[in-house]
């Protein structure tokens, strides 16, 4: 049974940092964090800084990525138009991602992030080497998009690529 949700959690293991919900009791006695990013577009209509919001998202899997390996992780995302289209253009190198059907799996590693831009790669920052298993994904209405992933660690030898 939970009793606690506690949001800005201080993370166990990276000093100053926080996951956004922590659920201390969660199936069978493993917590839960869940890290949620919702990048939604300015009401002015300019564009925002999309590689830099992406490298953002991918640093909150760095971060659940850190959370202790027996801990239950979960990332969503929700977005607007605009971010849903930098996401889905092939040049960016993230559609795999951000299309990732249910019950498929991406390692987001070094091998991952490599090619990406520069502005991309200082935004995500530590590479996160994280199994990434799409649980979610969903249009909305006003061309927002949903998507849920389980985040668990991942061995340094596996290569990116679904499983």
Known sequence: ????????Y??????????DTWIPSFEGGRGLAIEFKYDRDIPSGRNTPRTQ??????HDLYRLGRMQAHTHRVFIYLTGP??????????????K???L????SLAIDPAFVSGKSATFTASVGDIP?????????RSLPKLHHVRAYEVKNVPSSQSAGAS
Not at 1 to 8: A, F, G, N, P, Q
Not at 129 to 137: D, E, M, R, W
């Open 10 to 19: 201080p993370h166990p293991a990276i000093p100053r940092a926080e996951i």
């Open 82 to 95: 605009e971010m849903a289209g930098y996401f889905g253009n092939p040049t960016n190198g993230l559609v």
């Open 129 to 137: 080497n994280v199994l990434v298993t799409g649980l979610y994904g």
């Open 53 to 58: 919001k992406a490298g953002k998202l991918f």
């Open 97 to 99: 991602f951000f299309l």
């Open 101 to 104: 059907p249910p019950g498929q």
């Open 1 to 8: 049974e939970c009793r606690d949700v506690i949001l800005e």
